[in-house]
């Protein structure tokens, strides 16, 4: 008798399968969202340290600010702190709303989820795998944005001779909450475009819909929250609260997509998209 | 059973059974082809009724998943990995070790002649050589089971005839083979029998002769002369004889009945203008479903 084939049906086998797929497509693309960041917040930094009177540049924002009694050096440190996480968090979040995007939407139309529906894996382990590579790439994502804000603190910091002594709970602050939007994101994304894959399809809605992106916006939305939490409540709440009122939220947003999907999630709908 | 999906029901009371060999799905667009091999393969539960594959419902029994292989409509590779690679992936996919990986992707390049192409991007394959990819995805698992998807669609000539030649291979081997295809020259060529679908029913079941039989009766086409009178004798006799120009056209199902209605006409002294089989009873098959879907 022929012996019973392995059975496949765990989310690690899945998400292994996954990760050799992404290692030979070639990992440097997965850390194109990671330069794109680079990019933007070298360019922020070059623009600011070399203006030259404009109001765009470091030195004449903070000469702006030292006319209501602010310290230079402190002004220009502290738009790096109120930014920086806001801006991890929105960069995280937009790649894995690309990533997603990638993964479900452009794999549907082209049948590759239909062929991971016919492979011998319940749907919900189909989903639980999905959830775990994107949320491990998402991890991947923040680790190299906050590495990369942290780079540029520290260089603006040494560059403006500024000195700074951070808290415990504005790094815990600025760096799990990101995480969580990230987080928060990967459930928002995959809940957007498998509950409701025609928000991945171009047109499926019509030629003024914005196409595919419309499924990634909800995604980009703890992005956005964190961006805007650090820039008007940091200076006025404590680290310690930030973390507990922008970092539940989020996790909270993160959970509610996760067990939605969970619940509702029917093959027949990514199919019939 | 019953199967659809959430806005549509499609499959209404499908009854069928297959065993070893190659079976055809044929049908019009929309009559319900795709959806029964998703209800198949598992992806789609019936909302009505039940499908075993080797005694196990694929749905609830997902283990019975991999002794199906699939090759859907779109071919669905990974467009940057090389043949090789999406072949590896899968097998990754499937829960395989690395030795096993290694000697099934090396088996099913060889046995679908892939050799050549195993390093060329997935990307840059042509219609036919992805459909050949998509087939030996499929075989992988060495599924006892294999659901194939319209394989001929869009493949030329020289490697539908290679395609053919893999699936009557394989169906000599043992393997239980649903093929569904538009091509209906192929689908007359390679088939042990074929199930007829309309609108998410079976309207027939059998080897392309008995189907030429029971359902059209256009194994022989006699073409002659005469008008309405005529019509209405052979009517009355049980054809279902179609004016034509200034004669009339008789479908019959096969050379006995059509050497009777023969001998029958020109004893009355009817002119005979043209008597010869049918060009390819499948296509006269479907031109007549087409007809009654209209």
Redesign the interface.
């Given at each position: 008798m022929k012996p019973e084939p392995v059975t496949a049906d765990r989310p690690l086998r899945l998400i292994r399968a996954l990760a050799w797929r992404t290692r030979t497509e070639g990992v440097r693309y997965l850390f194109i969202p990671v330069a794109m960041f680079a990019a933007v917040i070298t360019l922020a930094i070059v623009t600011s340290l070399t203006g030259t009177g404009h109001i765009n540049g470091a030195k004449a924002l903070a000469a702006f600010a030292e006319r209501y009694g602010a310290h230079a050096d402190a002004v220009t440190v502290g738009i790096g702190l109120l930014l920086g996480p806001g801006l991890v968090a929105l960069f995280s979040c937009m790649s894995v709303a690309q990533l997603v995007r990638n993964l479900i939407g452009a794999e549907a139309s082209r049948g590759g989820i239909e062929a991971l529906l016919a492979a011998p894996y319940r749907p919900g382990t189909i989903m639980t795998a999905l959830l775990g590579y994107v949320g491990a790439v998402a991890t991947l994502y923040w680790v190299g944005m906050s590495a990369i804000a942290a780079l540029a603190l520290a260089a603006v910091t040494w560059s403006t001779g500024a000195t700074v002594s951070l808290t415990a709970s504005y790094l815990l602050a600025a760096l799990i909450v990101p995480l969580l939007a990230s987080w928060a994101a990967t459930g928002l994304a995959l809940l957007a475009n498998l509950l409701y894959p025609q928000l991945a399809q171009a047109g499926s809605y019509g030629i003024n819909t914005g196409g595919a992106g419309m499924a990634g916006l909800p995604a980009m939305l703890p992005g956005l929250g964190v961006l805007f939490v650090f820039l008007f409540w940091a200076s006025s709440v404590s680290a310690g609260e930030l973390l507990g009122v922008a970092g539940g939220t989020v996790a909270a947003v993160a959970v509610t997509g996760v067990a939605t999907i969970a619940r509702r999630f029917r093959p027949d709908a990514v199919l019939e998209s | 059973m019953s199967a659809g999906?959430?806005?549509r029901p499609v499959l209404r009371n499908v009854s069928l059974s297959f065993g070893p060999g190659l079976h055809l799905i044929l049908g019009p667009n929309g009559a319900g082809k795709t959806t029964l091999f998703?209800v198949l393969?598992?992806?789609?539960r019936p909302t009505q009724g039940q499908v075993r594959i080797l005694g196990r419902d694929p749905y609830v029994d997902?283990?019975?998943?991999?002794?199906?292989g699939?090759a859907?409509?779109?071919?669905?590779l990974?467009q940057?990995?090389t043949v090789a690679?999406n072949l590896?992936?899968w097998c990754?996919?499937?829960?395989?070790q690395k030795a096993e990986r290694l000697r099934r992707v090396h088996e099913v390049l060889d046995l679908l002649d892939l050799g050549p192409i195993a390093d060329q991007r997935a990307g840059r394959l042509s219609r036919g050589q992805a459909q050949r990819v998509s087939l030996a995805r499929a075989m992988l698992?060495?599924a006892q089971v294999l659901l194939l998807d319209e394989p001929f669609a869009g493949v030329d000539p020289q490697v539908a005839v290679q395609l053919r030649g893999h699936l009557r291979s394989l169906a000599r081997a043992g393997r239980t083979m649903l093929v569904s295809t538009h091509e209906l020259a192929e689908a007359s060529e390679i088939g042990d029998d074929v199930t007829v679908l309309r609108d998410g029913r079976v309207i027939g079941q059998g080897s392309p002769a008995q189907l030429r039989g029971s359902l059209v009766g256009a194994g022989y086409r006699l073409r002659i002369k005469g008008g309405a009178g005529l019509a209405d004798a052979l009517g009355r006799a049980g054809y279902r004889p179609e004016p034509s120009g200034d004669g009339l056209i008789v479908a019959v199902a096969d050379e006995q009945a059509a050497q009777k209605l023969l001998a029958e006409l020109i004893t009355a002294g009817v002119g005979i203008t043209e008597a010869a089989p049918a060009a390819n009873p499948l296509e006269e098959l479907y031109l007549h479903l087409q007809e009654g879907a209209q």
């Amino acid at each position: 008798m022929k012996p019973e084939p392995v059975t496949a049906d765990r989310p690690l086998r899945l998400i292994r399968a996954l990760a050799w797929r992404t290692r030979t497509e070639g990992v440097r693309y997965l850390f194109i969202p990671v330069a794109m960041f680079a990019a933007v917040i070298t360019l922020a930094i070059v623009t600011s340290l070399t203006g030259t009177g404009h109001i765009n540049g470091a030195k004449a924002l903070a000469a702006f600010a030292e006319r209501y009694g602010a310290h230079a050096d402190a002004v220009t440190v502290g738009i790096g702190l109120l930014l920086g996480p806001g801006l991890v968090a929105l960069f995280s979040c937009m790649s894995v709303a690309q990533l997603v995007r990638n993964l479900i939407g452009a794999e549907a139309s082209r049948g590759g989820i239909e062929a991971l529906l016919a492979a011998p894996y319940r749907p919900g382990t189909i989903m639980t795998a999905l959830l775990g590579y994107v949320g491990a790439v998402a991890t991947l994502y923040w680790v190299g944005m906050s590495a990369i804000a942290a780079l540029a603190l520290a260089a603006v910091t040494w560059s403006t001779g500024a000195t700074v002594s951070l808290t415990a709970s504005y790094l815990l602050a600025a760096l799990i909450v990101p995480l969580l939007a990230s987080w928060a994101a990967t459930g928002l994304a995959l809940l957007a475009n498998l509950l409701y894959p025609q928000l991945a399809q171009a047109g499926s809605y019509g030629i003024n819909t914005g196409g595919a992106g419309m499924a990634g916006l909800p995604a980009m939305l703890p992005g956005l929250g964190v961006l805007f939490v650090f820039l008007f409540w940091a200076s006025s709440v404590s680290a310690g609260e930030l973390l507990g009122v922008a970092g539940g939220t989020v996790a909270a947003v993160a959970v509610t997509g996760v067990a939605t999907i969970a619940r509702r999630f029917r093959p027949d709908a990514v199919l019939e998209s | 059973m019953s199967a659809g999906y959430r806005t549509r029901p499609v499959l209404r009371n499908v009854s069928l059974s297959f065993g070893p060999g190659l079976h055809l799905i044929l049908g019009p667009n929309g009559a319900g082809k795709t959806t029964l091999f998703r209800v198949l393969s598992g992806i789609l539960r019936p909302t009505q009724g039940q499908v075993r594959i080797l005694g196990r419902d694929p749905y609830v029994d997902v283990a019975v998943k991999a002794q199906v292989g699939v090759a859907a409509h779109r071919a669905a590779l990974a467009q940057r990995l090389t043949v090789a690679g999406n072949l590896h992936y899968w097998c990754l996919v499937l829960g395989m070790q690395k030795a096993e990986r290694l000697r099934r992707v090396h088996e099913v390049l060889d046995l679908l002649d892939l050799g050549p192409i195993a390093d060329q991007r997935a990307g840059r394959l042509s219609r036919g050589q992805a459909q050949r990819v998509s087939l030996a995805r499929a075989m992988l698992g060495d599924a006892q089971v294999l659901l194939l998807d319209e394989p001929f669609a869009g493949v030329d000539p020289q490697v539908a005839v290679q395609l053919r030649g893999h699936l009557r291979s394989l169906a000599r081997a043992g393997r239980t083979m649903l093929v569904s295809t538009h091509e209906l020259a192929e689908a007359s060529e390679i088939g042990d029998d074929v199930t007829v679908l309309r609108d998410g029913r079976v309207i027939g079941q059998g080897s392309p002769a008995q189907l030429r039989g029971s359902l059209v009766g256009a194994g022989y086409r006699l073409r002659i002369k005469g008008g309405a009178g005529l019509a209405d004798a052979l009517g009355r006799a049980g054809y279902r004889p179609e004016p034509s120009g200034d004669g009339l056209i008789v479908a019959v199902a096969d050379e006995q009945a059509a050497q009777k209605l023969l001998a029958e006409l020109i004893t009355a002294g009817v002119g005979i203008t043209e008597a010869a089989p049918a060009a390819n009873p499948l296509e006269e098959l479907y031109l007549h479903l087409q007809e009654g879907a209209q």
